[in-house]
């Protein structure tokens, strides 16, 4: 088996890897997704290596016969210091093999995680290129917002919402705002070694959006990569990514300009000078700005602003059952629910009770009437289908006792269950 190649860019410039530097909740996953299922990429889950780095180059400093003062800054790292070398060298070895053990030439990290670590990853890998990957500041919000129903801690954001808990939107703005400049600063001192990526474009056009990246990264176009992304197998563990890119069947672009649906009243509690900060930063990234007023709010991106003329909602927990079955067929059951089976009881105008089967194969919906599994989730039919268009927190309605478990059924597995059922 061949080992791995080191690519060499026009200027002549060798780099062994790549990093994908993002908030959470803006895509990284799908991205990782699609350049594993590429001949030539190895792109595992969050490796976070930004934290093994650290920790490692800060041991051999320890360890050095002429140990340094242990005061030095990420950004004060000597690239070819003894310690940095010695880093580079273990984790570019171990990166470079297991790749070479996949028969590919090119190492990617896609972990957030690793935006806290940008002055050490500058200065461990000086010859690695970087794909700087956005999303809209409203869109990530809401995403971070519904993520966070399922019990999920996000990083980098974590330190902002503790100091700012009682407005979630504002810390997470705040993040963005924060998170956004520092990448656009980073791509301005890295100007070649940087590729700006933006979600809306990965998922609205992705074939054309992988070959441009397909040449940034020095490999070779794959005409149909995105439509092999889900038919590749892919190693992947619990908790290390966004689970709902794994039970996927597809690429789609539903939820540009989501943002709009953000409770009006909690953004009108952020800040004006943090709100303009936003929109100079989205005007920077070539998005319009969001339009924010007593009517509603305006992405410009080809949804309706909220406040202001929708759709009825069409969820009936009917329709949901009747299709579930399928989808099922075309995913993989997490661990935590695997083998179990969970009754649904709906109380209310078009209620009824469903029984999903994770423990036959393929998995099982059933509309019989009756209570038949271990584990019981009750709760009104009206507020199941706010829980599958995204509008009540699963977690608020457990705690405010709409949601009812009973049985075998935990909160735990009532996370997993529902980053099962509710995947696109």
Same mark, same amino acid.
């Given at each position: 088996?061949?080992?791995?190649?080191?690519?060499?860019?026009?200027?002549?410039?060798?780099?062994?890897?790549?990093?994908?530097?993002?908030?959470?909740?803006?895509?990284?996953?799908?991205?990782?997704?699609?350049?594993?299922? =590429?001949?030539?990429?190895?792109?595992?889950?969050?490796?976070?290596?930004?934290?093994?780095? =650290?920790?490692?180059?800060?041991?051999?400093?320890?360890?050095?016969?002429?140990?340094?003062?242990?005061?030095?800054?990420?950004?004060?790292?000597?690239?070819?210091?003894?310690?940095?070398?010695?880093?580079?060298?273990?984790?570019?070895?171990?990166?470079?093999?297991?790749?070479?053990?996949?028969?590919?030439? !090119?190492?990617?990290?896609? #972990?957030?995680?690793?935006?806290?670590?940008? %002055?050490?990853?500058?200065?461990?890998?000086?010859?690695?290129?970087?794909?700087?990957?956005?999303?809209?500041?409203?869109?990530?919000?809401? #995403?971070?917002?519904?993520?966070?129903?399922?019990?999920?801690? !996000?990083?980098?954001?974590?330190?902002?919402?503790?100091?700012?808990?009682? &407005?979630?939107?504002?810390?997470?703005?705040?993040?963005? &705002?924060?998170?956004?400049?520092?990448?656009?600063?980073?791509?301005?001192?890295?100007?070649?070694?940087?590729?700006?990526?933006?979600?809306?474009?990965?998922?609205?056009?992705?074939?054309?959006?992988?070959?441009?990246?397909?040449?940034?990264?020095?490999?070779?176009?794959?005409?149909?990569?995105?439509?092999?992304?889900?038919? #590749?197998? =892919?190693?992947?563990?619990?908790?290390?990514?966004? %689970?709902?890119?794994?039970?996927?069947?597809?690429?789609?672009?539903?939820?540009?300009?989501?943002?709009?649906?953000?409770?009006?009243?909690?953004?009108?509690?952020?800040?004006?000078?943090?709100?303009?900060?936003? &929109?100079?930063?989205?005007?920077?990234?070539?998005?319009?700005?969001?339009?924010?007023?007593?009517?509603?709010?305006?992405? =410009?991106?080809?949804?309706?602003?909220?406040?202001?003329?929708?759709?009825?909602?069409?969820?009936?927990?009917?329709?949901?059952?009747?299709?579930?079955?399928?989808?099922?067929?075309?995913?993989?059951?997490?661990?935590?629910?695997?083998?179990?089976?969970?009754?649904?009881?709906?109380?209310?105008?078009?209620?009824?009770?469903?029984?999903?089967?994770?423990?036959?194969?393929? %998995?099982?919906?059933? &509309?019989?009437?009756?209570?038949?599994?271990?584990?019981?989730?009750?709760?009104?039919?009206?507020?199941?289908?706010?829980?599958?268009?995204?509008?009540?927190?699963?977690?608020?309605?457990?705690?405010?006792?709409?949601?009812?478990?009973?049985?075998?059924?935990?909160?735990?597995?009532?996370?997993?269950?529902?980053?099962?059922?509710?995947?696109?």
């Amino acid at each position: 088996m061949p080992g791995p190649q080191i690519r060499e860019d026009a200027a002549g410039t060798r780099f062994s890897g790549c990093f994908v530097l993002s908030l959470p909740r803006t895509g990284s996953t799908l991205l990782r997704l699609l350049l594993d299922s =590429h001949p030539g990429v190895f792109c595992p889950d969050e490796l976070n290596l930004g934290r093994l780095l =650290h920790a490692l180059y800060y041991t051999q400093e320890g360890l050095a016969e002429s140990p340094g003062s242990g005061a030095l800054t990420m950004a004060e790292i000597d690239p070819a210091g003894p310690a940095a070398t010695a880093t580079r060298q273990m984790v570019g070895d171990m990166l470079s093999a297991a790749a070479a053990a996949r028969g590919k030439s !090119l190492w990617c990290d896609k #972990s957030p995680s690793n935006l806290e670590f940008i %002055p050490l990853l500058e200065r461990i890998f000086p010859e690695a290129r970087y794909v700087l990957l956005h999303r809209h500041a409203l869109d990530y919000a809401l #995403s971070c917002l519904r993520f966070s129903t399922y019990g999920f801690f !996000l990083t980098v954001v974590e330190d902002y919402v503790r100091k700012d808990h009682r &407005n979630f939107l504002r810390p997470l703005l705040q993040a963005w &705002n924060d998170k956004t400049a520092e990448l656009l600063e980073f791509e301005h001192r890295h100007p070649g070694r940087c590729y700006r990526l933006r979600y809306e474009d990965l998922v609205a056009a992705p074939e054309a959006t992988l070959e441009r990246l397909c040449d940034f990264l020095g490999v070779e176009r794959v005409p149909d990569l995105a439509a092999r992304v889900f038919s #590749s197998p =892919h190693q992947q563990r619990a908790y290390h990514g966004d %689970p709902k890119a794994y039970y996927s069947s597809g690429i789609v672009d539903t939820s540009i300009g989501s943002g709009a649906e953000l409770n009006l009243s909690a953004l009108r509690l952020v800040p004006a000078e943090q709100l303009e900060r936003m &929109n100079a930063l989205l005007t920077a990234l070539s998005y319009p700005a969001a339009e924010i007023s007593a009517s509603g709010i305006d992405l =410009h991106m080809g949804r309706p602003p909220a406040g202001g003329p929708q759709e009825a909602p069409s969820h009936v927990p009917g329709d949901f059952f009747s299709v579930l079955g399928q989808r099922l067929r075309e995913r993989p059951v997490p661990p935590g629910v695997s083998g179990a089976a969970f009754t649904f009881v709906l109380t209310g105008e078009a209620g009824g009770t469903w029984t999903v089967d994770l423990s036959q194969t393929p %998995p099982q919906v059933v &509309n019989d009437g009756g209570v038949t599994a271990p584990s019981v989730l009750t709760l009104a039919a009206a507020d199941f289908a706010d829980i599958v268009a995204g509008r009540l927190n699963p977690a608020l309605a457990f705690q405010q006792g709409k949601l009812k478990l009973g049985g075998e059924a935990d909160p735990g597995r009532l996370r997993d269950l529902l980053a099962l059922l509710l995947a696109p």
